[in-house]
């Protein structure tokens, strides 16, 4: 007469109940490893260091975009694949600069950022390379080398239109 208490019972490891309860908290611990090594390994760039004086640094960058607006500055803005082209104008007697300073600013990456400085072409022209861009909204701020007056807008790529940039736009 065989019963129940005379099997051998099976090993844990060879049931199926035990793993299955184990995949949850495998699963937490592994994903929480994935997490903590990227944590560490990449930069966040949205934390900054010194928030008061970026605060304080606001009235200069308004007073910037109020000295574009007293010029009469507007850009208009084209990104192609591999260039990006500034024809610049401005009130009647205002002299265009010889270089202008171009950052093409990533909302969220700051590793994504470029600053490009563009010498004047014919007729406001100011023509130079830039690297490609992943799709998205785009940040452009232009102004020129001595710091003086800034134009900031935003850009939709890969929409290849030109973008009219006026002062105070948002």
């Known amino acids: 007469m065989n019963t129940a208490t005379d099997a051998h019972p099976t090993p844990w490891y060879r049931q199926r109940w035990p793993w299955i309860l184990?995949?949850?908290?495998?699963t937490a611990m592994v994903l929480g490893f994935v997490l903590l090594y990227l944590a560490i390994t990449t930069n966040d760039g949205l934390v900054v260091d010194d928030?008061?004086?970026?605060?304080?640094?606001?009235?200069?960058?308004?007073?910037?975009?109020?000295?574009?607006a007293e010029l009469g500055m507007v850009a208009d803005l084209s990104l192609r694949a591999g260039e990006i082209r500034v024809r610049l104008s401005a009130r009647d007697g205002v002299e265009l600069p010889r270089e202008i300073v171009v950052s093409v600013i990533h909302p969220t990456r700051a590793g994504f950022d470029q600053v490009l400085r563009l010498e004047a072409g014919y007729g406001g022209q100011?023509?130079?390379?830039?690297?490609?861009?992943?799709?998205?909204?785009?940040?452009?701020?232009?102004?020129?080398?001595?710091?003086?007056?800034?134009?900031?807008?935003?850009?939709?790529?890969?929409?290849?239109?030109?973008?009219?940039?006026?002062?105070?736009?948002?």
């Open 126 to 170: 100011y023509v130079g390379p830039l690297a490609s861009l992943t799709a998205g909204r785009w940040h452009i701020q232009i102004e020129d080398r001595e710091r003086a007056w800034r134009l900031h807008g935003d850009v939709q790529v890969p929409d290849g239109a030109t973008v009219r940039i006026l002062p105070y736009e948002v």
């Open 51 to 68: 928030y008061y004086r970026q605060g304080r640094a606001i009235d200069q960058t308004m007073a910037r975009s109020a000295q574009a």
């Open 22 to 26: 184990m995949i949850a908290p495998v």
